[in-house]
Nanobody
Framework: QVLLQESGGGSVQAGGSLRLSCATVESTYRTLCMGWYRQAPGKEREEVASIYRGTNTQYYADSVKGRFTVSQDKVKNTLYLQMDSLQPEDTGMYYC???????????????WGQGTQVTVSS
């Protein structure tokens, strides 16, 4: 069982920054693979950024490369997403996701947070 809690969402103007956090409130696993997804109104949920522990690689969606940075406190199993140069198209509900290892793009996530809203105005 894994319980995740996101925080840090809000409303900003285009060009602004936000930092999202995902705390592992409860976990039966000592190690977690974690990532960020987002869902814009009327669109499907998409993967934004993930950290693949074990291979020490990161994934970023093309739309956020160079603007977003994902990081993880491995001891606390806390995930962060630094979002810079935000654009209106970044608006959406941002979700934290987790799974026990193995980590990697071919593995889906099993556990999800409730989400935190990010709104970027032009």
């Amino acid at each position: 069982q894994v319980l995740l809690q996101e925080s840090g969402g809000g409303s900003v103007q285009a060009g602004g920054s936000l930092r999202l956090s995902c705390a592992t409130v409860e976990s039966t696993y000592r190690t977690l693979c974690m990532g960020w997804y987002r869902q814009a109104p009327g669109k499907e949920r998409e993967e934004v950024a993930s950290i693949y522990r074990g291979t020490n690689t990161q994934y970023y969606a093309d739309s956020v490369k160079g603007r977003f940075t994902v990081s993880q406190d491995k001891v606390k199993n806390t995930l962060y997403l630094q979002m810079d140069s935000l654009q209106p198209e970044d608006t959406g509900m941002y979700y934290c996701a987790a799974r026990p290892p193995p980590c990697g793009p071919s593995y889906g996530y099993q556990f999800w947070g409730q989400g935190t809203q990010v709104t970027v105005s032009s």
